[in-house]
């Protein structure tokens, strides 16, 4: 095995220094590097950081603040390195802790040097193999985030896997809130003829193969909007040819309906097509995303190019937001004050544009595209938003503990965490970053977000 011929480096963690120096003479006389022995779980995360090791051999009952599953997990969730536990007795309950921190394996003392070989071995191959599988399922992903239609995965249940970033922007629905969902609740779609009409698409797909969407097909979006869209499905097979899913790829048809074809939903009620604002808008965004300039209108909007960049024109208002195709990453100037700020505004944050509010350019803000750290679900709302959120937060901790609530914000460009938010007894409140603490008024609005 590739690991073990280059001469892995294995760190011990171990409170008995007898213990310690004995498992590193086996370790050595095994052919392995021993990288640091730590006494401590504090002491053990220094090391990890200064040694890098491949393995980390850890006692499960470390003394200490730290003991060896709280470490292990530690080790895990910041290095994803491969732990090993050490023990000559653990309770069940430490050993269903121990469970959650997924080691690489067990072993009991006193232990033959056969015995650690042969663990070792086992948990550096395994670790590489799904380093191996995690890449390759990053890279697939990356890849149905990048392509320029939205995509949309399912379970064999018809639970949602999968939905990159122009398919939350369709739907109005994010990726947080949306997986695990049914896929009717996220991708709900009719046509002149049928309601609901979701699952025929998949049942075809099981059948067919590939199958287009109806030519008629319209998507119920999460905001109450509907939007005219083209498409098709595909069953997602595994290498035995057993289906285990269906993926739908889809996009909006920048052309209006006419009135006299907008179909009806179940309830009786006529829906809302591309001639609504917000589609229009959504429409317009989307286009804007991918640097394609294209022109829109409805009774209340107008959306044209004019040189290298596209206006939103509104009948009563003037432009009302000027986006610019060449800058990349995108960068886009919205009127604040437009009755459409808040239609503009939540298509622009659903294709991660954030805006600088503190700042204004003749009564434009400035929105520029800016990537999310994952798995942090975004907000802009007023300061004292945040605090009620923060205070509700560190209430229900129990006194002196640390708040682990992970919230960052964006100033300057730039995601910063947010280790406390203090209400002041004037208009102010307190915002605590790394390294710093601004005031702010309560009425301002703030860019921020929150695992």
């Known amino acids: 095995m590739d690991k073990v011929n280059k001469m892995p480096k294995i760190m011990i963690v171990e409170d008995e220094r007898i213990v310690a120096m004995d498992i590193k003479s086996s370790l050595e006389s095994l052919g392995y590097t021993v990288s640091a022995i730590a006494s401590s779980g504090e002491a053990a995360l220094k090391k990890v950081v200064e040694t890098q090791p491949d393995l980390v051999l850890m006692d499960i009952n470390l003394k200490g603040d730290m003991d060896g599953v709280q470490t292990a997990?530690?080790?895990?969730i910041h290095f994803s390195i491969?732990?090993?536990?050490?023990?000559?007795?653990?309770?069940?309950?430490?050993?269903?802790?121990?469970?959650?921190?997924?080691?690489?394996?067990?072993?009991?003392?006193p232990f033959e040097d056969t015995e650690l070989r042969?663990?070792?071995?086992?948990?550096?191959?395994?670790?590489?193999?799904?380093?191996?599988?995690?890449?390759s399922a990053q890279w697939f992903a990356t890849t149905l985030k990048s392509i320029g239609d939205a995509v949309i995965a399912t379970d064999n249940n018809n639970s949602l896997?999968?939905?990159?970033?122009?398919?939350?922007?369709?739907?109005?629905?994010?990726?947080?809130?949306?997986?695990?969902?049914d896929l009717t609740d996220v991708f709900n779609i009719v046509t002149t003829r049928l309601s609901n009409t979701t699952a025929i698409p998949v049942i075809n797909a099981t059948h067919e193969g590939v199958v287009s969407l109806p030519e008629d097909t319209t998507l119920l979006a999460k905001a109450g909007t509907?939007?005219?869209?083209?498409?098709?499905?595909?069953?997602?097979?595994?290498?035995?040819?057993?289906?285990?899913?269906?993926?739908?790829?889809?996009?909006?048809?920048?052309?209006?309906?006419?009135?006299?074809?907008?179909?009806?939903t179940s309830a009786g009620e006529k829906i809302i097509t591309l001639r609504d604002d917000m589609a229009l808008i959504q429409t317009l965004v989307q286009n804007f995303v991918q640097g394609q300039a294209i022109l829109l209108a409805n009774a209340n909007l107008r959306a044209e190019p004019v040189g290298d960049t596209i206006q939103l024109i509104a009948k009563t208002e003037g432009v009302i937001l000027k986006a610019t195709l060449?800058?990349?990453?995108?960068?886009?100037?919205?009127?604040?004050?437009?009755?459409?700020?808040?239609?503009?505004?939540?298509?622009?944050?659903?294709?991660?544009?954030?805006?600088?509010?503190?700042?204004?350019?003749?009564?434009?803000?400035?929105?520029?595209?800016?990537?999310?750290?994952?798995?942090?679900q975004m907000f802009c709302t007023s300061i004292l938003e945040l605090w009620h959120v923060w205070s509700a937060h560190t209430n229900n901790l129990a006194p002196h503990s640390r708040a682990p609530m992970d919230i960052i914000m964006l100033k300057d460009g730039i995601w910063i965490p947010i280790k406390d938010v203090i209400c002041g007894y004037g208009k102010n409140v307190y915002i605590k970053t790394v390294g710093?603490?601004?005031?702010?008024?309560?009425?301002?609005m703030l860019i921020w977000g929150k695992k």
């Open 161 to 181: 896997v999968f939905i990159n970033t122009l398919a939350e922007a369709l739907t109005g629905w994010k990726q947080e809130d949306a997986l695990g969902l």
């Open 436 to 444: 710093d603490k601004v005031a702010v008024d309560r009425a301002d």
């Open 326 to 376: 060449t800058d990349n990453p995108r960068t886009a100037l919205v009127n604040r004050s437009s009755r459409y700020w808040e239609l503009i505004h939540q298509a622009m944050f659903a294709n991660s544009f954030f805006s600088n509010i503190s700042t204004q350019n003749q009564g434009f803000y400035s929105y520029k595209q800016r990537p999310i750290p994952k798995k942090y």
């Open 118 to 135: 042969v663990s070792i071995e086992m948990a550096l191959y395994k670790h590489q193999k799904e380093k191996q599988v995690k890449a």
């Open 226 to 264: 509907a939007i005219l869209i083209t498409g098709s499905a595909a069953a997602i097979r595994d290498s035995k040819e057993n289906i285990i899913g269906t993926i739908f790829v889809f996009r909006a048809i920048n052309k209006p309906k006419q009135a006299h074809s907008s179909p009806q």
């Open 82 to 109: 491969p732990v090993i536990y050490l023990t000559a007795y653990a309770d069940s309950k430490t050993l269903e802790r121990a469970m959650i921190t997924e080691p690489f394996g067990y072993i009991l003392k």
């Open 73 to 76: 997990e530690q080790i895990r």
